[in-house]
């Protein structure tokens, strides 16, 4: 049996992130993932032939640009796509509202709904940026762990403090403030137009089953704002190749530093003897020892899956059973031969095309997931990448790939085995796009439609939630996944966590994957540093 | 002729009386200006049909600060705080959900649904005590400002991050939790029945427009349960002769220890001058002196009513405008002829004594929330109901009763209609809601009062009809309460103060706010508080 | 409101003395008659017939049923043979004690537990990904506990379908009594020859008439709590919530105890592999001890008399069990002893006409012989009786494993 320091169960891009940071420490890495392709919910697939299609995620606007260039990722292939358009969203009748990431365009753009709007939405931009910074200060730190810190990790603490007292006492205040607040309260201190609001929401929803006048969906606004410059609306770039390509760069640069990246090796349990991790055993029977086991799966897969709930103590399982793990998202993939018939349809539609045409309407899409159905008239948020990079698709086709909010996961009747409640969100879906982006139907070649309870199956996400946890404010910093074990470590003794289910979160952000590596090297260095005095 | 205080109190509401009792009691020369005939603003006892006495707009106490009912020494002036033990949940089908002090019969009740949440009630229940515990500290202390971080500000600080640390980690994370989450996320960790979560969620929307299942409802929740008579936390009372009695204990007390109140003596405006008051004008044209004014009122009668903008910075009255009221809750209060009869526990019984609350189901408040939302009132409320006469007879004639209905959702902006066109078909609804459960209701009801948040903002003056003078959610809590760099009790006009429900630590019978903004006052003044401890 | 035991139109008829007192929710006498010391001989001399029916009971069943009794309690549930029955407490994670009860195991692949208080939610959280289900049969299990030298006379000649006689201590047997089927453990709560009756509620009353025709010719007495009390002290068998705090409603972290510091450290039986709630902290716990034990104390009776006659009365503590807390100092003088602990139960023992206690204690001083103080108020004045430390149980007659 050979022998690896880690294996990283997995091939998420957070765990390709532990991966290649461990890899480049010389470690002796070994990462399985259990599908063909790497990247799990930032994978590209061929779900239709000769298409290149984003399985979920659309959008690496989150990931940062300085773990990037760490990493080397643009010499292994890494290239971006900015479009002009950053989201256009639709309101009916072929009207169209589009946000681009020039200001000015932007501005004259929001004049023609209203002017006082329009004038403002240079500092709500501002503002949002502002906000976004300080955020992104305590989203770059490990999470506090109140209670086991040793003075040198208290002091430590003050580090972010400093970082975001610098950015302004009063913004961290005013942080505290906003980031509670209902983003229906923040969008209307701001905003007079219910299509710019309803637009601006939409970036709330993502992560959380909860409408925009839910407490804590503008602290998911600013989330979804704290990586490339969100232009007032959210971050938002793609990757040229598709968002698996951003995997497979990391994958590479993982296997450069001598990591070892097997796919189709799905790990079946972490072997665990007398409370501590010594290797994982295969679907297929192989088993694998480890100095220590991360695991990119979402935390109760990790726990209850390949853990099992035996090894560890009934408290702690109370408490891995009350993670919110609510998926509210479908994907619909449509394979399209042309683009819908919109004025300036190639560049309008480049960015995110949205379906929000007021605060109302995202509110009555989440009230139906609140009572455990599909929304009869669906929150979209469509993706068209082959309009960035035409080589997805042959010619003269079109990949769409739309985000449908809500899908709760969970029915109150029936399940999504049922073809009914499939084919009744495929028509939802459809009739909504009739109305806002008319003659779209005629475009579709063919379709696939990825329920909650696909995302699980395929992509093994608990719940169908790709965030691995909900976003609130209720599970964020110290208080995600658990209570107390915000630190990457769990009960079992050299088993860590590394995925979206941990501080600071889901999206494709790398974060969790980087923080969790800086974890792990320093607690290596630490056990060095005692059994060296020693 | 210019009469000069020491200090001046605007708004004889609890706290503006509880905030003038402390200040007399250290020797100021206070004046109480109160706006309507009686005393107490939305803590008021009236005889809106003859011979039966309405509390008529909050109606039930356990958040009145007990060291405050020991110093201004309150039974002595009246109060008597009568327990209120039992909750009672009828169901649709019949059935219902009672609890009261009765540990085995409720461990038995709850059994009936669940043997599971029956053994996890007792440990909620620990849990809840240890949270009020953890946070009654925060409501005897003057807020810290973060952003100014002056010395007392980092005292007070460091004084709170020893106090959380201290806690246990559980402690400390569940806090965290219920700072956060929603009221129905937080239930749902211990529970199952659907019954049971609602009703324990539903103390989580009281005041707030809010669902059961948006976060930071858990914290309301929270709110309602540090209450403590006794040294028992959540221990609900109704206070004898109606909650009007607990102003006029107040009053009394103050007016003991040297206030002068003045009832029908609106307040136009208070006067500024370079930047400091110097007393107030009333509507009638006279002028009153002090060099100190606090207003018991709201923050926005306190800063964009009272005083000229001019006068404050940008930032605050910007701040003040985003400050969220909503008021979201209406009252119906009723003359019974007899005793309301439930179906689902019929007779007279000690349910009558205790609180019934028509919360069936956590989807059923969503759906009472989503009407309200989109600008109607609920079609089918939320409704928390005493009887004040089955525990105090002196409410009713005898035989007869009072039946006080506190009910949500009733937005304070209607998206169709005017509240004085939708008043009676508001009562209405609660009317038909009840009738469901108490099958005699319609024959007996003598006389109906309805009071929407309308009728609570021309009554008492409450922006928006918001009972606490602002929701009590994260953002509008402690050193954002009412907006950040001003949540000291002091405000940018030297000799300004506020003392109300719209400050820390927030709305409820409690007397907190009028309490710490006296020891402010004092301590700017440079004076002890007079007997008693020293006010922080 | 107090609910009725199935026994209760027997008891209620029979409690003279009209002395109720709420057991977890169900009116249970205290004494039958207006005092208690008949009931207590009954004990010792004849026999005691208790109604325990407010006992809460478990059915663990299934193919994982074993494996989930050792996961959840202290003992080393895979030594115990099927018709066995074992004592044990059990622990939350952190190792501290949550309730105690036996374990009854009725076959291969089903156990009953008996509790002081509710536990199925925690049985059931603790069988997540086992293949075994937890069932409350609190309601549909009736009990009785027929405690004395005379007991076995009584069940043998009662009892058809098992050999009472047979029946050695800790172990179990299906039979009938008259039409009724029971299951008899030779437990109890008394540290005396003794069994425990588990039946349907059904059949209550029928097994009681029976149990009182038969025993009359062998001293058979119905018996109330204050004489169990004194009987258990004696036993040195632990109370919950007097003896030691459930961590669940301790409120405070110093109020918990382990088993090792509630003197059941022979409780805990760990074997190689095995992770059972607590085991990890127990381990740890094990090899660094508390600084608390329990111990059993022996007052010095004349001093006690002696400081009641210095006031002109008889020894009022005599006679009943008490279980105020009491604290306990080191010997020496009344100005240099320090308190090392706290009686928790205490009982003059009729039996052995000794003042007996159970106490929480330094461990320091929880050596048998070792000399500290007690103290002792006599009319509103404190004093301080000087006590032994001494190996429990006080009382223990060769017939209860006999």
């Known amino acids: 049996m050979k022998q690896y320091d880690t294996v990283v169960v997995g091939g998420g891009h957070n765990a390709l992130v532990t991966a290649a940071r461990l890899a480049c420490e010389r470690w002796k890495v070994l990462v399985l993932e259990r599908s063909a392709v790497l990247g799990g919910t930032a994978s590209t697939a061929e779900i239709f032939p000769g298409c290149a299609v984003n399985v979920a995620a659309q959008d690496a606007g989150l990931f940062p640009a300085d773990l990037a260039a760490d990493l080397g990722l643009a010499a292994h292939g890494l290239e971006w796509a900015r479009p002009p358009a950053l989201a256009t969203s639709l309101t009916g009748g072929g009207e169209a509202l589009t946000l681009w990431r020039d200001p000015a365009r932007t501005r004259d753009e929001i004049a023609r709904h209203n002017r006082t709007d329009a004038a403002r939405f240079a500092d709500w931009a501002d503002h949002l940026r502002t906000m976004a910074r300080v955020l992104r200060v305590a989203l770059d730190h490990p999470a506090p762990a109140p209670h086991d810190m040793t003075t040198r990790e208290r002091l430590r603490l003050l580090r972010p403090l400093i970082q975001a007292g610098r950015l302004g006492k009063r913004t961290v205040v005013e942080l505290l403030r906003v980031a509670p607040l209902p983003a229906r309260d923040l969008l209307d201190d701001w905003f007079e137009s219910d299509a710019l609001k309803g637009m601006l929401a939409s970036t709330a929803l993502s992560g959380s089953r909860h409408g925009p006048s839910a407490m804590g969906s503008a602290l998911r606004m600013l989330y979804h704002a704290t990586g490339c410059d969100p232009h007032g609306f959210r971050s938002s770039a793609f990757v040229k190749g598709g968002i698996g390509a951003l995997s497979a760069a990391l994958a590479a640069a993982a296997r450069a530093h001598g990591a070892e990246v097997r796919t189709e090796a799905e790990v079946e349990r972490i072997l665990v003897e007398d409370g501590a991790a010594t290797g994982v055993a295969l679907a297929s029977g192989e088993e694998i020892a480890a100095r220590c086991v991360i695991s990119g799966a979402d935390p109760r897969r990790t726990f209850f899956r390949l853990v099992g709930a035996l090894r560890l103590g009934p408290e702690f399982n109370r408490k891995v059973g009350n993670i919110q793990l609510r998926g509210t998202t479908a994907v619909l993939h449509l394979l399209l031969d042309g683009l819908p018939p919109l004025a300036d349809a190639a560049e309008r539609l480049a960015g995110h095309t949205l379906v929000a045409p007021s605060l109302d309407y995202l509110e009555r899409a989440a009230d139906d997931a609140k009572y455990g159905r599909a929304s009869a008239r669906p929150h979209l948020d469509m993706v068209i990448p082959t309009l960035h990079d035409p080589t997805l698709a042959p010619a003269g086709r079109h990949v769409a790939s739309i985000q449908v909010r809500y899908a709760p996961y969970h029915l109150r009747e029936g399940s999504w085995q049922d073809d009914a409640h499939r084919d009744t969100l495929l028509a939802n879906v459809l009739a909504v796009l009739d109305d806002c982006l008319p003659g779209l139907r005629d475009r579709i070649v063919d379709q696939r439609l990825l329920t909650p309870l696909d995302l699980e199956t395929e992509l093994g996400l608990t719940g169908g939630d790709e965030y691995h946890g909900q976003m609130g404010l209720d599970q964020m910093l110290f208080m995600r996944p658990i209570a107390g074990w915000a630190r990457y470590a769990t009960p079992v003794k050299g088993l860590l966590l590394c995925g979206s289910g941990c501080h600071p979160g889901g999206g494709v952000t790398g974060g969790p994957g980087r923080l969790a590596a800086g974890a792990i090297l320093r607690g290596r260095k630490q056990v060095a540093r005692l059994t060296k005095r020693s | ?536 | 409101m107090l609910l009725e035991t199935p026994f209760h139109p027997r008891t209620a008829a029979l409690c003279r003395s009209r002395r109720w007192r709420n057991w977890s929710g169900y009116a249970a006498a205290l004494s039958y008659e207006p005092g208690h010391e008949y009931e207590y001989y009954a004990v010792r001399s004849g026999a005691a017939l208790f109604d325990v029916s407010p006992l809460r009971k478990y059915e663990v069943a299934g193919p994982d049923a074993a494996a989930l009794v050792d996961r959840v309690v202290t003992r080393n549930v895979f030594c115990c043979a099927e018709g066995r029955v074992l004592y044990t407490p059990w622990c939350d994670e952190a190792g501290k004690l949550i309730d105690d009860g036996t374990v009854q195991r009725l076959g291969a692949d089903i156990f009953r537990i008996t509790a002081a208080d509710p536990c199925l939610r925690w049985f059931q959280d603790c069988a997540l990904g086992m293949d075994a289900t937890v069932r409350d049969i609190s309601l549909d299990l009736a009990a009785l506990a027929l405690q004395g030298p005379t007991s076995r006379d009584i069940l043998a000649g009662l009892v058809t379908g098992a050999d009472i006689a047979a029946l050695p201590y800790f172990a179990l047997t299906d039979g009938h009594i008259g039409a009724a089927p029971v299951t008899i453990t030779r437990t109890g709560y008394t540290g005396d020859l003794g069994y425990e009756i588990w039946l349907s509620p059904e059949h209550a009353i029928a097994v009681w008439d029976a149990l009182v025709e038969t025993g009359r010719g062998f001293g058979i007495a119905p018996a109330g709590l204050d004489a169990l009390d004194i009987a258990r002290i004696e036993a040195g068998l632990l109370l919950k919530d007097i003896d030691y705090v459930s961590s669940w409603t301790a409120l405070i972290e110093s109020r918990k105890s382990s088993p090792y510091e509630a003197g059941l450290g022979w409780t805990v039986q760990p074997r190689s592999g095995r992770e059972f709630v607590g085991s990890r902290a127990l381990a740890q716990e094990a090899a660094e001890p508390s600084p608390w034990a329990l111990a059993g104390l022996e007052v010095d009776w004349p001093r006690i008399e002696e400081r009641f006659a210095a006031v002109g009365l008889p020894p009022l503590v005599a006679g009943k069990a008490s279980r105020a807390a009491v604290p306990i100092y080191t010997g020496g003088s009344r100005t240099t002893g320090r308190q090392i602990g706290y009686v928790t139960s205490s009982t003059f023992s009729p039996i052995l006409k000794k003042y007996i206690a159970l106490a929480t204690i330094r461990r320091a001083f929880a050596r048998p012989g070792t000399r500290i103080q007690v103290e002792l108020t006599v009319e509103f004045v404190r004093h301080r009786v000087p006590a032994r430390v001494v190996r429990t149980p006080f009382f223990d007659p060769a017939r209860r494993r006999g």
């Open chain 2, 1 to 536: 002729m210019a009469r000069k205080y020491d200090a001046i109190v605007i708004g004889g509401g609890h706290n503006g009386l509880v905030h003038a009792a402390y200040l007399a009691r250290a020797g100021l020369d206070v004046c109480v200006l109160e706006r309507r005939p009686l005393l107490g603003g939305a803590t008021v006892t009236e005889e809106i049909f003859p011979s039966f006495r309405y509390s008529v707009f909050s109606y039930v106490v356990s958040l009145m600060r007990p060291d405050i009912i020991r110093e201004l020494d309150l039974p002595r002036h009246g109060l008597a705080i009568l327990p209120l033990e039992s909750t009672l949940t009828p169901l649709p089908n019949g059935d219902r959900l009672y609890r009261d002090a009765d540990h085995h019969r409720t461990w038995r009740e709850i059994a009936r649904f669940s043997i599971r949440d029956a053994e996890a009630y007792d440990e909620y229940g620990r849990s809840l005590f240890y949270m009020a515990r953890a946070v009654k500290h925060l409501l005897g202390i003057a807020p810290p400002d973060p952003a100014r971080l002056g010395p007392g500000d980092i005292r007070g600080l460091l004084g709170l991050a020893r106090h959380f640390l201290n806690l246990e980690p559980d402690q400390l994370h569940l806090l965290v939790k219920l700072m956060t989450t929603s009221a129905a996320d937080f239930v749902d960790e211990w529970f199952e029945t659907d019954v049971l979560k609602a009703t324990l969620s539903a103390s989580g929307i009281i005041g707030t427009f809010l669902g059961p299942r948006s976060p930071g409802t858990a914290y309301v929740l929270l709110h309602h349960y540090m209450g403590e008579i006794d040294g028992h936390f959540r221990a609900w009372g109704f206070a004898k002769g109606g909650t009007g009695a607990v102003a006029n204990a107040i009053a009394s007390a103050a007016r003991a220890a040297g206030a002068e109140i003045r009832t029908d003596a609106p307040v136009a405006r208070a006067l500024v001058k370079n930047g400091r008051v110097n007393g107030v004008a009333l509507a009638n044209g006279d002028e009153l002196h002090a060099k100190v004014v606090s207003s018991s009122l709201d923050p926005h009668r306190t800063f964009l009513d009272l005083v000229d903008e001019d006068a404050l910075p940008a930032d605050l009255v910007s701040a003040v405008r985003a400050y969220r009221f909503r008021g979201s809750s209406g009252k119906v209060n009723l003359a019974l002829d007899a005793a309301p009869d439930f179906s689902c526990m019929p007779g007279h019984g000690p349910h009558l004594r205790g609180a019934v609350s028509i919360s069936p189901s956590i989807d059923y408040l969503e759906r009472a929330y989503d009407d309200a939302k989109y600008g109607d009132f609920s079609r089918e409320p939320y409704i928390d109901i005493v009887i004040p006469s089955a525990i105090d007879p002196a409410m009713a004639p005898p035989g007869k009763h009072v039946m006080s209905c506190f009910v949500q959702y009733a937005p304070y902006e209607l998206r169709d209609g005017t509240w004085d066109e939708k008043r009676e078909a508001f009562g209405d609804t609660v009317v038909d809601t009840l009738a469901r459960h108490i099958p005699n209701l319609r024959d007996i009801i003598l006389h109906r009062q309805v009071v929407t948040p309308l009728d609570i903002e021309r009554t008492t003056g409450l922006t928006q009809g918001n009972i606490f003078q602002g929701e009590l959610t994260p953002s509008q809590l402690f050193f954002l309460r009412p907006v950040a760099g001003h949540a000291g009790y002091r405000t940018p006009v030297r000799g300004y103060y506020q003392c109300g429900s719209g400050t820390h630590p927030g709305g409820g019978i409690m007397g907190a706010p009028g309490k710490l903004a006296a020891g402010r006052v004092l301590a700017d003044l440079r004076r002890g508080p007079g007997r008693g401890r020293r006010g922080k």
